[in-house]
């Protein structure tokens, strides 16, 4: 299995290029439930140690149904496959580059939660236009057993996210405490039947602090499904993040702002008005690739499949 790995802001994407299951060639959505449904070994096998590290997601690269898509991709984590990502479609497009498939422009990519554009700025430096994104439920209060109540929005930006200001300073040493409360945050949701329109069950957990750069709006501490913390700002969560503000009245349309990660990577979000009430947010960033390999699958070997 061919694979090329980046960063995004310091979240490890890997492509896939080849050696996938087959999917068919049906709509992504569906392809990528059947990954979700029957092929759960082999992304435990392509992101689990010892092949993979923690954080770590995986994009699939599949055939596109859109013609005008330059490729379809379907992200996976450890636990989840998802319907979008913000730092994976950065990093595949400094992947695409760095293959010689597209050049400095604008592009389109297939995803299971619809078609988003990519603009390549330069080698590193992306823009990603995402799908419409939408404040879900505003100020809802979950019950957290030892934290007492929890206030927060629910939010999709391509994934579905919980988004609570943090009851402690957003920092590397603070990230065990943030990520045992984050899920912990997760789980009352869950409790609580806190979900999207169609049942959508909150993945996503968003605490959000201050930081020590005055020209970065907020330092948000982000749980991604597989109980990993997103190392880059994380682009659908920053994308519902942006919804929540707009819908407060607090970022104007096109206005722009800076958001960081725990760890200080940031992204430059903007948006414009969605045709569905919601918005169209506007993720910018940077991605660099760090490797080019062929993964082996021995049968004798006894973590094949990945330590779990």
Request: with cysteine; glycine share 12%; hydrophobic share 40%.
């Amino acid at each position: 299995m061919h694979v090329i790995d980046s960063h995004t802001g310091g979240m490890p994407t890997r492509v896939i290029l080849d050696g996938g299951p087959d999917l068919g060639s049906g709509p992504l959505g569906e392809r990528a439930e059947a990954l979700s449904k029957n092929h759960l070994e082999f992304c435990n096998s392509v992101l689990l140690e010892p092949r993979g590290q923690p954080g770590m997601v995986a994009a699939l690269l599949v055939e596109p149904v859109d013609p005008e898509c330059v490729t379809g991709v379907i992200y996976f984590d450890a636990d989840a496959v998802l319907g979008m990502c913000g730092h994976g479609t950065i990093g595949l497009a400094v992947t695409l580059a760095h293959m010689g498939r597209i050049k400095v422009g604008i592009h389109k990519i297939e995803t299971p939660a619809g078609v988003v554009t990519v603009e390549l700025h330069d080698a590193n430096t992306v823009s990603v236009t995402n799908i419409e994104s939408r404040r879900i439920h505003h100020a809802v209060s979950v019950e957290v057993p030892d934290h007492g109540v929890i206030t927060g929005d629910m939010a999709y930006g391509g994934n579905w996210f919980f988004i609570a200001d943090a009851p402690m300073e957003v920092t590397t040493g603070n990230i065990p405490a943030l990520t045992n409360l984050s899920i912990a945050i997760r789980e009352a949701c869950h409790r609580s039947a806190i979900s999207g329109p169609a049942g959508q069950p909150v993945d996503h957990v968003i605490l959000s602090g201050t930081s020590p750069d005055t020209a970065t709006l907020r330092r948000n501490f982000v749980l991604c499904p597989d109980n990993e913390y997103d190392r880059s700002p994380c682009g659908t969560g920053s994308s519902g993040f942006i919804s929540c503000l707009a819908a407060a009245g607090q970022l104007a349309e096109s206005e722009e702002i800076v958001l960081e990660s725990v760890i200080g990577s940031s992204y430059t979000m903007s948006y414009h008005n969605g045709p569905s009430g919601g918005i169209i947010p506007k993720i910018r960033g940077q991605a660099y690739v760090m490797a080019e390999a062929t993964l082996l699958f021995a049968s004798n070997d006894p973590f094949r499949a990945g330590i779990t």
